[in-house]
């Protein structure tokens, strides 16, 4: 069966073909084999290394980079593009897109390529946010190799398949609004209704469109607080249209809690940390409404807009009530809860671990300086219906005991850079995938950073 891209339906303002350019001597190092099997792919691993490196097309399909904008660090860039990535072909409706496969006319004097470090990173946290259903891109496969790549030292290219129902951005649509070209905005706003949203044609489809491209964005941001991730990197260009976690760079989960946390060690200001990012995604959604602002009247995206934030606190309150065992709604559990973060954060408190340790109520391993709290927590538990071992249980599977925290990740890394060992990442692959659940003999997964790993630094190159 061959199957083109829908995106080419859109027409060549909006995309360029492009040729993906090899690496020497690739070779697969991981694939989502279940992923795999839902997209019923059925190639040879052989000819899966082939399409996922880029030598051979997917089922002929000619594969083509986007154009797009969009503001980074608060600053409009008139054309950024996928620089680096490119779609190489459809199948059951998701796209197939090389991220890593060499230069396109977006790279913008850059080299096209990603290392092995970044895509290991990308593809552990694609498993991780699905494990903990946050929506997100996801990943099919990783393919290493034997070309230089230079960064700040020289790494090895490599190239991570990732798999999306949608590689539209906001920026897509800051590109042509900022271009003045109305009709193109409109055309990808039809298209994304067309495609992704058919039951909201009609009557008012752009404000309905964006309304829902508000509420897919808070409910992402709502899993992000809630289970202490933070992307990093939160310009309008990595805003999916579908409210999917999207390109996954010097992003981390936090681990001891900390609400000004900030991953990205080029982000000198803080513009994306931790508590910053529910204000990043409203201020992004604005730049979005301001690209639609010829096809939806600016009241009604104003009103659009002031839905985000009631959204946000809803699926964030009931995620963090989950998280606590605070089924009923009593007065005073939000105070319970944030009076729990903020000792987390006066005492150095591993948030992951701490969470999960509420189910068993062993607050005695938190230090006396919990025991006032835990003191009100067990009255405030006594008033709930559920037994004990039922609200534990819904507890955990909120609360993750495995996490990918960088050195997990580092230590991945570094047994596939150095001794070219790839079982790690097969290790953390099956834990994050399902994270909740307690995995026999990998109890030391959960386990809080070692010293050789406090400092580790994560910026935007790779
Ligand atoms: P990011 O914020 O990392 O998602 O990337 C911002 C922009 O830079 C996008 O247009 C990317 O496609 C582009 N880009 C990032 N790294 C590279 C690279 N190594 N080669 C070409 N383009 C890149
Ligand atoms: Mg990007």
Same mark, same amino acid.
């Given at each position: 069966?061959?199957?083109?891209?829908?995106?080419?339906?859109?027409?060549?303002?909006?995309?360029?073909? &492009?040729?993906?350019?090899?690496?020497?001597? *690739?070779?697969?190092?991981?694939?989502?084999?279940?992923?795999?099997?839902?997209?019923?792919?059925?190639?040879?691993?052989? $000819?899966?290394?082939?399409?996922?490196?880029?030598?051979?097309?997917? $089922?002929?399909?000619?594969?083509?980079?986007?154009?797009?904008?969009?503001?980074?660090?608060?600053?409009? &860039?008139?054309?950024?593009?996928?620089?680096?990535?490119?779609?190489?072909? $459809?199948?059951?409706?998701?796209?197939?897109?090389?991220?890593?496969? #060499?230069?396109? =006319?977006? *790279?913008?004097?850059?080299?096209?390529?990603?290392?092995?470090?970044?895509?290991?990173?990308?593809?552990?946290?694609?498993?991780?946010?699905?494990?903990?259903?946050?929506?997100?891109?996801?990943?099919?496969?990783? &393919?290493? *190799?034997?070309?230089?790549?230079?960064?700040?030292?020289?790494?090895?290219?490599?190239?991570?398949?990732?798999?999306?129902?949608?590689?539209?951005?906001?920026?897509?649509?800051?590109?042509?609004?900022?271009?003045?070209?109305?009709?193109?905005?409109?055309?990808?706003?039809?298209?994304?209704?067309?495609?992704?949203?058919?039951?909201?044609? #009609?009557?008012?489809?752009?404000?309905? !469109?964006?309304?829902?491209?508000?509420?897919?964005?808070?409910?992402?941001?709502?899993?992000?607080?809630?289970?202490?991730?933070?992307? #990093?990197?939160?310009?309008?260009? @990595?805003?999916?249209?579908?409210?999917?976690?999207?390109?996954? #760079? =010097?992003?981390?989960?936090?681990? @001891?809690? @900390?609400? /000004?946390?900030?991953?990205?060690?080029?982000?000198?200001?803080?513009?994306?940390?931790?508590?910053?990012? =529910?204000?990043?995604?409203?201020?992004?959604?604005?730049?979005? +409404? %301001?690209?639609?602002?010829?096809?939806?009247?600016?009241?009604?995206?104003?009103?659009?807009? +002031?839905?985000?934030?009631?959204? !946000?606190?809803?699926?964030?309150?009931?995620?963090?009530?989950?998280?606590?065992?605070?089924?009923?709604?009593?007065?005073?559990?939000?105070?319970?809860?944030? %009076?729990?973060?903020?000792?987390?954060?006066?005492?150095?408190?591993?948030?992951?671990?701490?969470?999960?340790?509420?189910?068993?109520?062993?607050?005695?391993?938190?230090?006396?300086?919990?025991?006032?709290?835990?003191?009100?927590?067990?009255?405030? &538990?006594?008033?709930?219906?559920?037994?004990?071992?039922?609200?534990?249980?819904?507890?955990? /599977?909120?609360?993750?005991?495995?996490?990918?925290?960088?050195?997990?990740?580092?230590?991945?890394?570094?047994?596939?850079?150095?001794?070219?060992?790839?079982?790690?990442?097969?290790?953390?692959?099956?834990?994050?995938? *399902? =994270?909740?659940?307690?995995?026999?003999?990998?109890?030391?997964?959960?386990?809080?950073?070692? %010293?050789?790993?406090? @400092?580790?630094?994560?910026?935007?190159?790779?």
């Amino acid at each position: 069966m061959i199957s083109s891209l829908k995106f080419t339906e859109l027409g060549e303002d909006y995309f360029s073909r &492009v040729t993906t350019q090899e690496l020497k001597n *690739s070779h697969l190092i991981h694939i989502n084999k279940d992923l795999q099997a839902s997209l019923e792919i059925k190639l040879s691993n052989e $000819e899966l290394r082939a399409v996922c490196s880029g030598e051979e097309k997917f $089922e002929k399909v000619e594969p083509i980079a986007s154009v797009y904008a969009g503001h980074q660090f608060g600053y409009f &860039v008139p054309q950024l593009g996928d620089g680096r990535s490119c779609l190489i072909g $459809e199948i059951k409706g998701y796209e197939l897109s090389l991220k890593g496969a #060499g230069t396109t =006319p977006f *790279s913008r004097g850059a080299d096209g390529r990603a290392v092995l470090r970044s895509s290991i990173r990308e593809y552990l946290c694609s498993i991780a946010m699905e494990g903990l259903n946050i929506a997100t891109t996801k990943c099919l496969a990783i &393919v290493a *190799s034997d070309s230089d790549v230079y960064r700040e030292h020289v790494e090895s290219g490599s190239i991570v398949t990732r798999v999306f129902e949608s590689n539209i951005r906001f920026g897509h649509f800051e590109f042509f609004a900022a271009n003045g070209q109305t009709e193109n905005v409109k055309k990808l706003a039809d298209f994304v209704l067309e495609h992704y949203y058919p039951q909201l044609k #009609g009557k008012n489809c752009y404000l309905n !469109l964006f309304k829902k491209i508000v509420q897919t964005t808070a409910s992402m941001i709502a899993g992000w607080q809630a289970q202490g991730f933070a992307h #990093g990197v939160m310009n309008t260009d @990595n805003m999916s249209i579908l409210g999917l976690t999207i390109d996954y #760079g =010097p992003f981390s989960f936090m681990e @001891n809690y @900390n609400p /000004s946390f900030i991953c990205n060690h080029s982000d000198n200001q803080g513009r994306y940390s931790f508590e910053r990012q =529910p204000g990043v995604a409203l201020w992004n959604l604005e730049r979005l +409404a %301001d690209s639609l602002k010829n096809l939806i009247r600016e009241a009604n995206l104003k009103d659009a807009l +002031a839905e985000y934030q009631p959204t !946000l606190i809803k699926e964030y309150s009931a995620l963090m009530r989950r998280k606590f065992g605070l089924l009923k709604n009593i007065e005073g559990d939000s105070e319970l809860i944030n %009076d729990f973060l903020e000792l987390l954060y006066i005492n150095k408190k591993d948030y992951h671990r701490s969470m999960r340790q509420l189910t068993s109520l062993e607050g005695q391993t938190l230090g006396a300086n919990f025991n006032s709290w835990f003191k009100r927590y067990y009255e405030r &538990v006594e008033k709930e219906d559920e037994k004990a071992n039922e609200r534990n249980k819904l507890m955990n /599977s909120v609360n993750p005991k495995y996490v990918l925290r960088n050195y997990l990740a580092e230590v991945a890394i570094r047994k596939a850079e150095d001794l070219n060992d790839y079982e790690e990442i097969d290790t953390l692959f099956n834990l994050l995938k *399902s =994270p909740f659940e307690n995995h026999e003999g990998f109890e030391a997964y959960d386990n809080e950073a070692p %010293d050789w790993a406090q @400092n580790l630094e994560l910026s935007c190159s790779s």
